[in-house]
């Protein structure tokens, strides 16, 4: 007599990356990553103030820019469950594996015109973790983007960035209008650019409920102010990091404390 075959399962594939069919309730942590380090201090007052992750920008036009070596020295400072994120503008899939090999638990950041074929190539498949920067357009431009089709087709991305759409690819301290982004994304959302210690908690109250999750992500807002009161693009000022910190900590209490105190998303 014939046997039936043994029942089979299907292995998941290792690049997909599935995300929960639900929202973070609203008394979840946000998460924090200061962008553009560059020096030792201001690695040691982001993790002092209480980041989740920092960034460094290997993008050698950026006035913030590190080599793929002081990144990886820079790197080997952080405490244990601090993330090391790299951000590439537009860099060969070669380079991106090379630079990602320096720097052991290494979140990648694609923030120029990568395809979602250019990400997957430069992560082994997805294999190492990736953000994707959405440029959104400022002024009544950003109700244009279509942020819906772009988490979709970067699904595999562990989280979708939201930087202004401006020259020279972020760090210009502007902020899009977040009102005008769309009610509902599936996709964990980072909100980026023009972000402060002034302005964080609206920017939480407002976005969060779009996604998934929400974290955040600063530069220009918590850098140093140099003699002629702009800021010094690259030197973080770590009194303005622990009031970023603490504005981000207050709108997670906030909201601990009345779920139902987000803004309009409509």
């Known amino acids: 007599m014939n046997q039936a075959p043994a029942p089979t399962t299907t292995a998941p594939v290792a690049s997909q990356h599935l995300h929960p069919p639900f929202q973070a309730p609203a008394n979840v942590r946000t998460r924090i990553k200061i962008c553009g380090l560059t020096r030792e201090e201001d690695v040691d007052a982001a993790v002092a103030a209480g980041?989740?992750?920092?960034?460094?920008?290997?993008?050698?036009?950026?006035?913030?820019?590190?080599?793929?070596?002081?990144?990886?020295?820079?790197?080997?400072?952080?405490?244990?469950?601090?993330?090391?994120?790299?951000?590439?503008?537009?860099?060969?899939?070669?380079?991106?594996?090379?630079?990602?090999?320096?720097?052991?638990?290494?979140?990648?950041?694609?923030?120029?015109d990568e395809s979602p074929q250019d990400c997957l190539a430069a992560t082994h498949d997805g294999a190492r973790p990736y953000l994707r920067a959405a440029r959104i357009p400022l002024g009544d431009g950003a109700a244009q983007f279509d942020l819906v089709k772009y988490a979709h087709d970067y699904s595999h991305a562990q989280a979708i960035l939201l930087d202004a759409h401006v020259e020279g690819f972020?760090?210009?301290?502007?902020?899009?209008?977040?009102?005008?982004?769309?009610?509902?994304?599936?996709?964990?959302?980072?909100?980026?650019g023009g972000l402060t210690p002034a302005n964080v908690?609206?920017?939480?109250?407002?976005?969060?409920?779009?996604?998934?999750?929400?974290?955040?992500?600063?530069?220009?807002?918590?850098?140093?102010?140099?003699?002629?009161?702009?800021?010094?693009?690259?030197?973080?000022?770590?009194?303005?990091?622990?009031?970023?910190v603490a504005a981000v900590r207050a709108a997670d209490a906030q909201l601990a404390k009345n779920p139902h105190e987000f803004l309009s998303t409509t």
């Open 170 to 192: 972020g760090g210009s301290g502007k902020a899009f209008n977040w009102s005008l982004l769309p009610p509902s994304v599936s996709s964990h959302l980072v909100l980026s």
């Open 51 to 112: 980041a989740d992750a920092v960034g460094f920008v290997l993008y050698a036009p950026s006035p913030r820019a590190v080599t793929p070596q002081r990144a990886a020295q820079l790197a080997r400072r952080l405490s244990p469950f601090v993330t090391p994120v790299l951000l590439f503008v537009n860099e060969s899939t070669p380079n991106v594996i090379a630079a990602s090999a320096l720097i052991a638990g290494a979140t990648i950041q694609f923030h120029g």
């Open 201 to 244: 908690t609206d920017g939480i109250l407002q976005v969060r409920p779009r996604g998934y999750s929400l974290a955040v992500d600063v530069s220009s807002g918590v850098e140093a102010d140099g003699p002629d009161g702009k800021t010094i693009k690259g030197i973080k000022d770590a009194v303005k990091i622990q009031r970023f």
